[in-house]
């Protein structure tokens, strides 16, 4: 049905029967889920990344539809036109060629954080040299410092363990996004807070944005709509409104 309906819209689009904004699509929105505060089922509104989405897509008269799968699967389902938006995607040039992408609605910012006892601190790559850092298999952290010889990375299978190590003084360093170390570590090692500092550097910032598959004849405009939706939602405050929500869980150790 999904089908038949895009061919028809397709049809109408080319004869010029659509007014100008697109209103009342029905948009696939899918998440990979697993990367709180920004996307998970078990979070209000599924997390601050999907609350902005939705909500911006609301309003520029869409019907998000949100779905959880695996990266593999949100990717590919993108380059055939199974899912009309993804919702959290890092730009790449490999990507842009099946997704169009908006203008990024957030910022990730990938920080180190370490002991507050330890003299450690971050302001190049120099300053690395030597320290056990704590790094989760797999995560892009940006070329350079994935590809860096020089830098000695212990590999765990998610941050809670390098966390851990982190605490028992079996590391130097350890990394993430600055929101997912926040709310990791309030909600499963609240007592540890005050013995951590993340860094002020950030190793890399990267644009959070939205990835519209190129198989939906609309790609170009649901983008325009949702840049606009969202330019609009910071200038009548309701942006900053869905931001706190969200960062009150997030900054709050869980009681």
């Not at 029967?17 to 599924?46: I, M, N, R």
């Not at 000695?152 to 851990?164: A, M």
């Not at 910032?205 to 939205?210: F, L, P, S, T």
Request: aromatic content about 10%.
């Amino acid at each position: 049905m999904k089908q038949l309906r895009r061919r028809l819209f397709t049809a109408f689009l080319l004869c010029g029967l659509f007014p100008q904004p697109l209103l009342g699509l029905e948009l696939t929105v899918v998440h990979s889920g697993g990367w709180p505060p920004y996307s998970d089922e078990g979070l209000p509104q599924q997390g601050l990344a999907i609350d902005l989405v939705t909500t911006a897509l609301q309003r520029a008269g869409h019907q998000p539809v949100v779905r959880v799968d695996s990266l593999e699967r949100i990717l590919e389902g993108g380059k055939i036109g199974v899912y009309d938006v993804f919702a959290t995607p890092w730009y790449s040039e490999d990507r842009n060629q099946y997704l169009a992408f908006s203008e990024p609605y957030l910022e990730s910012r990938i920080r180190f954080i370490k002991r507050k006892d330890k003299n450690v601190e971050f302001n190049n790559f120099s300053d690395l040299k030597g320290l056990m850092i704590g790094v989760v298999k797999d995560y892009a952290y940006g070329d350079t410092f994935n590809e860096s010889r020089d830098l000695i990375k212990i590999s765990e299978r998610n941050l809670i363990q390098n966390l851990l190590k982190l605490t028992q003084n079996r590391l130097d360093l350890t990394l993430d996004d600055e929101l997912v170390l926040q709310y990791e570590i309030n909600k499963y090692m609240p007592n540890s807070m005050k013995e951590l500092q993340i860094l002020p550097k950030p190793l890399a910032v990267r644009g959070v944005h939205i990835g519209v598959s190129r198989e939906n004849p609309a790609h170009a405009q649901i983008v325009a709509d949702f840049d606009k939706a969202i330019a609009a939602m910071k200038q009548d405050g309701n942006y900053d409104k869905i931001v706190a929500k969200h960062k009150a869980y997030i900054e709050k150790p869980a009681p």
